[in-house]
């Protein structure tokens, strides 16, 4: 089955220090989207792209994130400076608009900022 | 904005007994698509069962069914026979099928499902 590939599974990091993570969306997909998921705020739509090109990132703390596809195959999102309150876990999903039969997830980035 | 509402955060079961799930939406839109995601321990998103708007008839998926109340903006999921593996937080999902929105997946809450053997 294809399915979406994200990068690290886990990551523990100093507050301060610069994450990226990476996903690698299913092959002719079109949409990507990225979200957060805490046990306060459950899963936060962060950002998302659809054709490389992002369409709403309005969830995304734009002062320390950002989010990019510099091509088909890769997407990035990454914290600078990260900081303890971005520990949660991270996930990419992917599909063709408009979703009808849903989109499919990674498993995930489980970040741990100390 | 769309938004989408589970008012139950926890939900326990018998194994071999039957649940229902809840969950609401609010959008002023006609067409769009509702999901079932299920995430167990392992944190895995897996989609259960999926619903057109457009369509009257729920959807079902063995033994995952859903009530869709499009009137009353209601997307509620049935789980029979339950089993110890059905064990995992189940998020409702919201995808507008047009608009400015057009793709965009909306979460509830989730609610945590715990079944009893």
């Known amino acids: 089955d294809a399915r979406v590939t994200q990068t690290p599974r886990h990551k523990v990091t100093e507050m301060g220090q610069e994450v990226t993570m990476r996903c690698q969306p299913i092959l002719g997909h079109n949409t990507v989207f990225w979200y957060r998921q805490t046990m306060m705020q459950g899963l936060e739509l962060l950002a998302y792209?659809?054709?490389?090109?992002?369409?709403?990132d309005s969830g995304m703390p734009k002062d320390r994130f950002s989010a990019e596809m510099p091509d088909a195959t890769l997407a990035t999102l990454k914290i600078q400076p990260s900081e303890p309150r971005d520990s949660a876990v991270y996930f990419c999903?992917?599909?063709?608009?408009?979703?009808?039969?849903?989109?499919?997830f990674g498993s995930g980035t489980r970040l741990t900022v100390v | 904005a769309q938004t989408v509402t589970q008012s139950q955060p926890e939900m326990s079961v018998q194994e071999a007994e039957t649940v229902t799930l809840s969950c609401t939406y609010d959008t002023s839109e006609s067409d769009y698509y509702l999901f079932w995601y299920k995430q167990p321990p392992s944190r895995q998103m897996i989609l259960v069962i999926r619903?057109?708007?457009?369509?009257?008839q729920n959807a079902t998926e063995n033994r995952f069914s859903v009530n869709f109340q499009k009137a009353a903006k209601s997307f509620s999921l049935k789980i029979s026979d339950s089993q110890l593996g059905d064990a995992a937080m189940y998020f409702c999902?919201?995808?507008?099928?047009?608009?400015?929105?057009?793709?965009?997946?909306?979460f509830g809450q989730g609610t945590i499902l715990t079944v009893h053997p």
């Open positions: 999903a992917s599909g063709l608009v408009p979703g009808a039969y849903g989109y499919t």
């Open positions: 999902a919201y995808i507008h099928a047009g608009g400015t929105s057009y793709g965009k997946l909306t």
């Open positions: 619903q057109e708007a457009y369509k009257q």
């Open positions: 792209f659809r054709n490389r090109a992002p369409l709403d």
